[in-house]
């Protein structure tokens, strides 16, 4: 089952959406480079969002990312999930921000398997505040392997 036909599966829905102020996924050769994308969730990790709140959060930024991913190359199979990088606004005494990140990489791990074309590198790092207060922003880089 391709990633499309899962992500189906799991109610993520892909609708045309009109360019912005900025591209929210630009292709270079076999390349798809994400812009950043903010969860709807705000707040900060460690002080009124929990980790559990955080990793839905993550989850979300990926199901937006697949969505532009989507809208910018027709779909979102035939593809290698090569590198996410992830952040987490949170307190200078918050250190979970992996566990945060992993929120997208597990949706990520589902739809184009842990052990294949879903496997990636990943940096989740902590900042003092994000755009608009968002409590995640991910931006992910993709290969193109079909198509």
């Known amino acids: 089952m391709s990633a499309e036909q899962k992500a189906g599966e799991l109610g993520i829905t892909f609708a045309p959406k009109e360019p912005g102020y900025l591209n929210l996924c630009v292709r270079t050769g076999n390349l798809l480079i994400t812009s950043g994308h903010t969860s709807d969730l705000k707040g900060k990790l460690g002080d009124d969002v929990s980790v559990e709140q955080g990793y839905e959060a993550a989850k979300d930024c990926a199901i937006k990312i697949l969505q532009s991913v989507h809208n910018a190359h027709g779909t979102i199979a035939g593809l290698k999930v090569l590198k996410l990088l992830g ?3 949170s307190t200078l005494e918050f250190t979970d921000q992996h566990l945060v990140i992993n929120g ?14 879903g496997f990636h590198a990943r940096s989740a790092l902590g900042f ?14 993709f290969e193109i392997i079909d198509g």
């Open 87 to 89: 952040c987490v606004n």
């Open 104 to 117: 997208a990489s597990d949706l990520l791990h589902e739809l184009y398997g842990k052990d294949g074309d």
């Open 128 to 141: 003092a505040a994000l755009p608009t207060g968002a409590a995640v922003e991910i931006e992910a880089i």
